[in-house]
């Protein structure tokens, strides 16, 4: 049996990998900072796929929240086959205009959480010779945004390095590089996205089947939907920053977990 551990799986990108892998006859291991909300997704996934789904409250970006994540990965007794590293978050308004504590606690759930988690499942993964993590990032990685498009930056290099370092072992890294991507987050949480235009909006389920089969075909980096690819590529052949007005003013305040 196929197990799956996904950060941020209440709502959003998270709540969408849920779905399709408990179809596709995964265990799942959900994380998320909000006990009750675990309880219903994992109540409504078991009910409706009949699948065994454990909860695992912890805030990643705290050092308990975090630690309870690496020993849930490290336990050879429940090994855990899929990693999606999806908890994440952004902060509205300009550099210095974000106190710095929530810049840092941005840094502990993009980086240090991604990469702790990450060397805590490889281990298990790369002895048993099969697995795979998929670090969702951002389109924001190729486009000057500040902390938050730094540190998702850092995710597509860290998941890409890693990936050549274990070449042949049978497992497999993806970087998950989304641009907006529509959701009942969104809704649920009130923030404004009229200014965004309407063909720039992705379907969360799109997106996970498209990196899905990215990472079953062995590739390092998934850029769901071509008008994103064209953005990277344009991002690749432009003068630095000049896409990176346009990102900022399209920022929104958000959290996926």
Known sequence: MTTSLI??????????????????????VLVARDGGRLK??????????GREVEVLVADLATEEG?????RRLSDPERPVDLLVNNAGFGNRGAFLAVPQADELRMLKVHVEAVLRLTTAALPGMRARGRGGVVNVASVAAFLPRGTYGASKAWVVSFTQGIARDLAGSGVRLLALCPGFTRTEFHERAGMGTSAIPGWAWLS????????????????TLSVPSFRYRAVVGLSRLLPPGALGGASSRAGRQYRTD
Not at 66 to 70: G, L, Y
């Open 40 to 49: 219903e997704a994992a109540a409504r996934l078991g009910r409706v796929r």
């Open 66 to 70: 975090i630690e309870a994540v690496e």
């Open 204 to 219: 969360a389920d799109k997106v996970v089947a498209e990196a899905l089969r990215d990472l079953a075909r062995g590739r």
């Open 7 to 28: 950060t941020g799986a209440t709502a959003g990108i998270g709540a969408a990998f849920a779905r399709r892998l408990a179809a596709d006859g995964h265990d799942l």
